[in-house]
C-alpha cells in the first residue's frame, strides 16, 4: 500500500482540501502527536470507515506541554509513523514555525472549569493549548469527521464541547480505548515503563474494573473497591481517582445514580499514565 502524502504548509494543506472538495470527497481527520500505535491505527481504520479522504495531523503542540522535559522527550519517529500510515491519503506534519509563526497564540480556547480540573490541576493551561491547535487543526483541514479517542476522556469531553459551544461544522467521531492483553491502555507514554513499573501499570485498568463491578452498590463501595486495588501496588502513586458525570465531567454526587466515568491518573516512576472506564452508579 501507498505510503501517505506528507504535507507541511498550510498552504499545501488547504490547497487539497480544496481539491478534495472540489472532487465532492469527504474528510476524516484523526489529530495525533506521532509516536503512534495500534490504538492510532483503530482511529485511521475507523476514519476509513467514515469519509473518502483520511488525513493524519503529526505535531508535537508545544503550547500544551507545561514541563519543558516533557516536550524534549515526547518521541519524535516521523519515519516510522509513515511506514504505519500505508493507505491513509494526508499527512499533515508542519513545524512549529509553520503552526506558531509568532509564537504561542494571543488569542487562546479556554478550557473552562473543567479544563482546570484533574489533568489540568495538575497541568495547567494544559487543555487551553490543547483546544487552540484542536480548533487550528480543524481549521486547517476543515474535516467533516474528526475521530478522538476514548483514552483521553477529559480531553474527549472538552472538544466535544468546544465544538458545541463554537458550532464548529465537524462531527466527532469517539474511538474506544486500545488495551494491552492484561488491561494496560495503549499510550506512546508507555515505552518509558521499566519492566516491573510495566508489571505495576495494569493495576491501574484492575481498578477501574473493580469500580465498574461495584458499581450497583453505589459511589462509597464505588471508589473503595478501586482504592483497593491500587493499594496493593506500591509503584503506583495515585494522582486522582474520581467518578465523574459524563454530561459535565464534574465529580458526581453522593447521592447520583446513572452512567458515570470512573477517571485514574498515577504516576510510575518518571512516567504519569490516566485511564477511565465507564460504569454505571446503581
Ligand atoms: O491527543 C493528542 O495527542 C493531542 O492532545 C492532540 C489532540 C493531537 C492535540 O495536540
Request: hydrophobic letters at 45%; aromatic letters at 6%.
Amino acid at each position: 500500500m501507498n505510503h501517505p502524502v506528507v504535507v507541511d504548509t498550510i498552504r499545501g494543506m488547504r490547497e487539497v482540501v480544496a481539491a478534495a472538495r472540489a472532487a465532492g470527497k469527504s474528510i476524516a481527520l484523526t489529530p495525533t502527536r506521532g509516536a503512534l500505535h495500534e490504538g492510532h491505527l483503530a482511529h485511521v481504520s475507523r476514519a476509513g470507515e467514515l469519509a473518502d479522504i483520511r488525513v493524519v495531523s503529526i505535531f508535537v503542540n508545544p503550547t500544551q506541554f507545561t514541563v519543558a522535559a516533557d516536550l524534549e522527550r515526547y518521541p519524535r519517529t516521523l519515519e516510522a509513523d509513515l511506514e504505519k500510515l500505508a493507505g491513509v491519503d494526508y499527512v499533515f506534519a508542519p513545524s512549529v514555525e509553520e503552526m506558531y509563526p509568532a509564537g504561542p497564540t494571543e488569542t487562546k480556547v479556554t478550557a473552562g472549569k473543567v479544563g482546570s480540573l484533574y489533568e489540568g490541576a495538575s497541568r495547567p493551561g494544559h487543555f487551553d493549548g490543547v483546544l487552540t491547535v484542536v480548533a487550528k487543526l480543524l481549521s486547517i483541514v476543515t474535516p467533516d469527521v474528526a475521530t478522538f479517542g476514548q483514552k483521553d476522556a477529559q480531553q474527549l469531553f472538552l472538544v466535544k464541547r468546544m465544538v458545541a459551544d463554537l458550532n464548529l461544522p465537524v462531527r466527532i467521531e469517539t474511538i474506544e480505548t486500545v488495551r494491552e492483553a492484561d488491561g494496560l491502555a495503549l499510550s506512546s507514554r508507555n515505552r518509558f515503563l521499566s519492566t516491573s513499573e510495566r508489571r505495576a501499570a495494569r493495576t491501574l485498568s484492575a481498578a477501574l474494573d473493580a469500580a465498574a463491578s461495584a458499581g450497583s452498590s453505589g459511589i462509597d463501595a464505588t471508589i473503595a473497591a478501586a482504592q483497593g486495588a491500587l493499594m496493593g501496588e506500591p509503584l503506583v502513586e495515585l494522582d486522582y481517582l474520581k467518578i465523574v458525570n459524563p454530561k459535565t465531567f464534574l465529580p458526581v454526587d453522593d447521592d447520583y445514580r446513572g452512567p458515570a466515568i470512573a477517571i485514574v491518573a498515577a504516576q510510575l516512576g518518571s512516567t504519569r499514565l490516566i485511564d477511565n472506564e465507564t460504569l454505571y452508579l446503581g
